[in-house]
């Protein structure tokens, strides 16, 4: 009797081992699935983010929050590097004032660009890069990670 006692009592110890396994299981289920749909939301507004327009008045609070910022437009053909910083206002650069990002490329290549390249339009929130958070970012993911709508 004392035997099938122990057996018993083994086996339901076995049964409440898989059974604590079967429910640890269940909860990393249900976990993923729940991290999958936070990506998934994640993934969406990233989308949604990459696709927004930034109005010219929405690009004025994003300067002014670049206010002490360094910043630098490199022009790869010659490997020449303006480097400036932002007052929060203007783009500035040996005493030059730029309104915007472009005027401020687009000076840097006027300078050292031989080509034609210099007359083309410009958008220097995708070719400028400022410092921000120890890196070299482009103004335009700047602008996308601190967006303020």
Known sequence: MEE???KLQLE???IIKQKKVLVAELEIKNLLEKIE???AKVDKLKA???KKKFTPEENKVI???MKGFPIRHIYKKKN???TGICDGKYFLHNDNFYETPSGFA???LMEVASDTRATFDINGWNVCEVYYIDSWIKFDDFR???NIV
Do not use: G
């Open 4 to 6: 099938q006692k122990e």
């Open 12 to 14: 339901l110890e076995l």
């Open 37 to 39: 749909s936070e990506k």
């Open 48 to 50: 949604e983010l990459t």
């Open 63 to 65: 300067t002014s929050i």
């Open 80 to 82: 020449d590097v303006w």
């Open 106 to 108: 687009k000076a840097h």
């Open 144 to 146: 996308r990670r601190v």
